[in-house]
């Protein structure tokens, strides 16, 4: 014969033991948030900067705001609160005093360090004790017995212990190497919203992007805690660029981009045109009003006159098989094969084996290089299994979707998205394709890629601007160290 269950009375009791401690966990909780919203925010001097800080419930991370200039988040430990850092504005006798004073300005990295260090400690004490008083007032308030208050506290500090726990047990300096930039141009909706028809949209959206990238070139001047790609100034920026397209405003993203990150060359992998028409290559020659060295591969919507043309300004390199050397990196690459826009050749109906065939003549290039190249361009991803293994970095692009991914070898694929947001494709779509480009950091010893920026602008009619920096750990290095008695290698070939 079965035990008898609890009786009726006794399920009745555990249930109103169990209703009674949900209230007062949700009274001491409610009571302590509302208490941090409301009244745990510290006023502190950062460096040069007022800033008011705060804890809020948004999954973990910090965030800095730079009024009206955007936002930087840094995913830097998890947890339910997230660090808000709003820089309100620069005190101008702080900041004169370090403009003045060099030895006050060479250690301003550490003096904002210090300062952040304490103010955030002071907000963390005053965190604790808000939430700890807003849920015991709050339970007190509500039950109405005198012990309810020290079982919130209790509560309470439980969650606050829990809470700093899982920060600690989470937290990642390193991510402050990989912050996220986001910002919106103040008078977009002026120059962007009120425009009617495509042809006035493009020209203000054209002529608002110098602005709009000017805005993240401030911000990323302006911060100085923002960290170098390395310990070191042993870096050589380059710019990737890919499927312009034609897009007026895709130059004027890379012209930007390229002075205000002082990149030492752009490396475009194609599709600079639409359809290679004689008509567009007016536009291209742009590119030779460039300041910087400009290496070229055909893309398959380029023509072979386009290519010729590029070839003809002064600071263009178009690689077709070769290699050269720039800035000290070594460079190689090879054109798509197709030309789709001509029909009669039926490169529309060909498979990847085309793709993987140039990929392999190219991979032929480099095995006869004296000494393998730094990065190799290719136009489609589909042109980069045979580079596996034969150089470390492989750009492409063609897909106008940004993937960064490794092959089985170790070789790192950067498929970039369209610097031209897809060009006067970008006029059909209700969700415009946003322009792209990206910032390589490369050991200037090794050629090995160091970090990355990742720029990405909305597409037409958009205005948000995004910077996502990834700095690559340098335990996956191989070992480049030469052998006492290796010769030196020999210059390499420009192409």
């Known amino acids: ?63 800095v705001s730079v009024a009206p200039l955007g936002e930087l988040a840094v995913d830097v430990y998890d947890g339910p609160l997230r660090l808000d850092v709003s820089l309100q504005r620069v005190d101008q006798a702080r900041a004169q005093a370090l403009a003045t004073d060099p030895v006050r300005l060479a250690g301003v990295v550490g003096e904002v360090t210090d300062d952040l260090r304490s103010a955030v400690l002071r907000l963390v004490w005053l965190t604790a004790l808000t939430a700890l008083a807003g849920g015991a007032l709050t339970s007190w308030a509500v039950l109405r017995r005198r012990r309810e208050p020290l079982i919130a506290l209790g509560l309470t500090s439980a969650v606050l212990v829990a809470t700093g726990g899982i920060g600690a047990a989470t937290w990642r300096p390193e991510a402050l190497s990989q912050p996220t930039y986001t910002g919106l141009l103040t008078n977009a909706s002026s120059l962007i919203g009120s425009a009617e028809d495509i042809a006035a949209r493009f020209d203000a959206y054209r002529a608002s992007l110098e602005d709009l990238v000017a805005n993240v ?63 567009e290559n007016r536009l291209i020659t742009s590119v030779g009003d460039l300041d910087v060295p400009y290496l070229y591969i055909r893309g398959n919507h380029d023509s072979a006159t386009t290519a010729g043309l590029l070839a003809l300004q002064p600071n263009v390199t178009v690689l077709d098989d070769s290699a050269v050397t720039v800035a000290g990196i070594l460079v190689a690459g090879a054109p798509d094969p197709r030309f789709t826009p001509d029909k009669s050749t039926g490169d529309d109906d060909a498979g990847d084996d085309v793709l993987v065939e140039s990929g392999e003549e190219l ?108 700095v690559v750990p340098r335990a996956q290095e191989p070992e480049t160290e030469p052998s006492p008695d290796a010769p030196a290698a020999p210059a390499s070939p420009t192409g």
Not at 221 to 229: G, K, N, Q, R
Not at 235 to 263: C, E, W, Y
Not at 446 to 463: F, K, Q, S, V
């Open 1 to 63: 014969m079965s035990e008898p269950g609890p009786s009726p009375t006794a399920w009745h009791r555990h249930a109103r033991v169990a209703g009674r401690w949900a209230a007062r966990v949700a009274l001491a909780l409610g009571g302590a948030l509302v208490a941090v919203l409301l009244f745990a925010r510290v006023s502190a001097p950062i460096g040069p900067f007022d800033a008011t800080l705060a804890f809020r419930p948004a999954g973990g991370g910090a965030q």
């Open 217 to 279: 070139g401030t911000l990323y001047a302006a911060l100085s805690a923002l960290p170098s790609p390395t310990a070191g100034d042993d870096t050589v920026a380059l710019l990737h660029v890919s499927d312009i397209h034609l897009n007026p405003a895709g130059f004027d993203l890379m012209r930007q981009v390229a002075q205000k990150f002082g990149v030492a060359a752009i490396l475009d992998t194609g599709d600079i045109t639409d359809w290679g028409s004689e008509p």
């Open 363 to 470: 991979a032929d290039v480099v095995a006869d290089l004296p000494e393998p190249p730094a990065i190799a361009m290719v136009h489609d991803p589909k042109q980069a299994p045979p580079l596996d293994g034969e150089v470390p970095l492989v750009l492409a692009g063609h897909t106008h979707s940004r993937k960064v991914s490794e092959l089985e070898d170790g070789t790192r694929l950067m498929v970039q998205g369209s610097t031209g947001g897809a060009g006067l494709r970008a006029l059909e779509g209700e969700y415009p394709e946003p322009l792209t480009c990206t910032v390589l950091y490369l050991d200037s010893a090794t050629g090995l890629l160091r970090a990355y920026d990742e720029i990405t602008l909305g597409g037409l009619g958009e205005t948000e601007v995004t910077v996502q920096r990834t």
